[in-house]
């Protein structure tokens, strides 16, 4: 799991490795022991942002008119598709 600095607590990292999920979240400028951090998997979380950011553009997605599940589905794949060919 890749997160922000704002789910840096010992609970949750704790929690994700009980579930065998590796967190990758920065360390709290404050915390004492940092715990390891892959740098090249949390760069990820950039693309991921920018390409939700850019779905929610879509305003039937942003506000999901839809009131089916594979509908509104079918409608993320179609932005997902408009955004690949622009």
């Known amino acids: 799991m890749v997160a922000d600095?704002?789910?840096?607590?010992?609970?949750?990292r704790c929690r994700l490795l009980e579930e065998d999920v590796c967190p990758q979240i920065p360390n709290h400028p404050r915390?004492?022991?940092?715990?390891?951090l892959l740098v090249e998997s949390y760069r990820e979380r950039n693309r991921?942002?920018?390409?939700?950011?850019?779905?929610?553009?879509?305003r039937r997605i942003?506000?999901?008119y839809d009131k089916l599940g594979e509908t509104?589905?079918?409608f993320?794949?179609?932005a997902l598709t408009v955004i690949r060919l622009l």
Do not use: C, N, Y
């Open 5 to 12: 600095r704002g789910s840096d607590s010992d609970a949750i």
């Open 62 to 64: 942003a506000t999901r």
């Open 48 to 58: 991921v942002e920018r390409l939700v950011g850019r779905l929610k553009q879509f």
């Open 72 to 74: 509104f589905l079918g």
């Open 76 to 78: 993320v794949h179609l």
């Open 31 to 36: 915390r004492s022991v940092p715990w390891p």
